[in-house]
T-cell receptor
Framework: ETGVTQTPRHLVMGMTNKKSLKCEQH?????MYWYKQSAKKPLELMFV???????ENNSVPSRFSPECPNSSHLFLHLHTLQPEDSALYLC?????????????FGPGTRLLVL | TQLLEQSPQFLSIQEGENLTVYCNSS?????LQWYRQEPGEGPVLLVTVVTGGEVKKLKRLTFQFGDARKDSSLHITAAQPGDTGLYLCAGAASGGSNYKLTFGKGTLLTVNP
């Protein structure tokens, strides 16, 4: 399945580093999402972009900065992260406006903050 | 805040056995989705249920939405090792934006050969 791709698949970074996660969807969708998946916790919605406009920021700390230059690409810029930010970061896309739309997920980026 | 409770959290069974996992909430959802997530991959949608009391079948998987649209179950018949994975339920808020999903913590299923 190559509908939603994410790079890198794995990332190790120090607390003072700056890095970016990239997501690309090839499905022609108009909405993209960032989720955080931690052990023993439900998937947490972080950001939603609808037609390139951010429509949801779920009280995410400012050390996470999303960017959506067009409807096919989504970035998550990371800086001065904490060890508790270590998790699987999932990107998803969907076609908003379609009844009972489905969210398609990428494979995720496994992030470890040291 | 809407919460979805999934049970059991872990399930380890032998090939050929049947199993049921549950997804419960005190909130009403306009629809409920089931996903399966394999190690190193993102969740993949299995089914969406919309109508209270609805039953959907996908080969050996049977999904049911509760009459009040607050709960759901997934039953697997004659489980196979390929069914191993994390099963997630996710509810779309009733009357809210369809794109906002509330996820349960998941049931980690292991089917041993």
């Amino acid at each position: 399945e190559t509908g939603v791709t994410q790079t890198p698949r794995h990332l190790v970074m120090g607390m003072t580093n700056k890095k970016s996660l990239k997501c690309e969807q090839h499905l022609g969708h108009n909405a993209m999402y960032w989720y955080k998946q931690s052990a023993k916790k439900p998937l947490e919605l972080m950001f939603v972009y609808n037609f390139k406009e951010q429509t949801e920021n779920n009280s995410v700390p400012s050390r996470f900065s999303p960017e959506c230059p067009n409807s096919s690409h989504l970035f998550l810029h990371l800086h001065t992260l904490q060890p508790e930010d270590s998790a699987l970061y999932l990107c998803a896309s969907s076609q908003v406006g379609r009844a009972r739309e489905t969210q398609y997920f990428g494979p995720g980026t496994r992030l470890l903050v040291l | 805040t809407q919460l979805l409770e999934q049970s059991p959290q872990f399930l380890s069974i032998q090939e050929g056995e049947n199993l049921t996992v549950y997804c419960n909430s005190s909130s009403v959802f306009s629809s409920l989705q089931w996903y399966r997530q394999e190690p190193g991959e993102g969740p993949v949608l299995l089914v969406t249920v919309v109508t209270g009391g609805e039953v959907k079948k996908l080969k050996r998987l049977t999904f049911q939405f509760g009459d009040a649209r607050k709960d759901s179950s997934l039953h697997i018949t004659a489980a196979q090792p390929g069914d191993t994975g994390l099963y997630l339920c996710a509810g779309a808020a009733s009357g809210g934006s369809n794109y906002k999903l509330t996820f349960g913590k998941g049931t980690l299923l292991t089917v041993n050969p």
